[in-house]
């Protein structure tokens, strides 16, 4: 006597138990492989052919805003070593020639360049002064601590 499963609304036969076997396997990676950009791009993975487009993306756009602003291209290349050179260089001559026919001046930068990934920001004197004042409070907060200790006889 043969079996019969009804599988969505289907009458399936139990007859052929390598058919549901290989039917419940191609579903199950059909599911997953369309499911990998999803996990890829929540856990932050990037393909390769994906992370070059992006950074030929914002190496032409740092290029020309390179040019724009009236920076030498090798400046350009070691403020922002991380973005390929050809790039960078496409941008820069894109916008220079756009420049040029269009008559448009330099645009004077009012920020100094951007810090490399990885490297220590310079403090601000604003910062300086807020890290100071910590200081003294932590300081002080201290020298409160040694008197209370000295009062009550400890130390």
Same mark, same amino acid.
Not at 94 to 115: A, G, S
């Given at each position: 006597?043969?079996?019969? &499963?009804?599988?969505? +609304?289907?009458? !399936?036969?139990?007859?052929?138990?390598?058919?549901? #076997? @290989?039917?419940?396997?191609?579903? /199950?990676?059909?599911?997953?492989?369309?499911?990998?950009?999803?996990?890829?791009?929540?856990?932050?993975?990037?393909?390769?052919?994906?992370?070059?487009?992006? &950074?030929?993306?914002? +190496?032409?756009? !740092?290029?020309?805003?390179?040019?724009?602003?009236? #920076? @030498?291209?090798?400046?350009?290349? /070691?403020?922002?070593?991380?973005?390929?050179?050809?790039?960078?260089?496409?941008?820069?001559?894109?916008?220079?020639?756009?420049?040029?026919?269009?008559?448009?001046?330099?645009?004077?930068?009012?920020?100094?360049?951007?810090?490399?990934?990885?490297?220590? #920001?310079?403090?601000?004197?604003?910062?300086?002064?807020?890290?100071?004042?910590?200081?003294?409070?932590?300081?002080?907060?201290?020298?409160?601590?040694?008197?209370?200790?000295?009062?009550?006889?400890?130390?």
């Amino acid at each position: 006597m043969k079996s019969v &499963l009804n599988v969505t +609304g289907f009458m !399936v036969s139990d007859s052929a138990p390598g058919f549901h #076997r @290989a039917l419940l396997i191609s579903v /199950s990676f059909s599911l997953i492989l369309s499911g990998c950009d999803a996990v890829q791009q929540k856990l932050g993975l990037e393909s390769v052919a994906a992370k070059t487009a992006r &950074l030929e993306g914002e +190496g032409k756009a !740092v290029g020309g805003a390179c040019r724009q602003s009236g #920076r @030498a291209i090798e400046d350009c290349y /070691s403020i922002y070593s991380w973005l390929p050179k050809a790039a960078i260089y496409e941008g820069w001559r894109d916008m220079d020639v756009y420049m040029r026919e269009n008559k448009l001046p330099t645009i004077e930068p009012q920020l100094p360049p951007p810090q490399p990934p990885g490297t220590k #920001r310079k403090k601000t004197p604003a910062a300086d002064a807020v890290d100071k004042s910590v200081e003294a409070k932590e300081g002080a907060a201290k020298d409160n601590e040694a008197k209370s200790a000295d009062k009550h006889g400890g130390g």
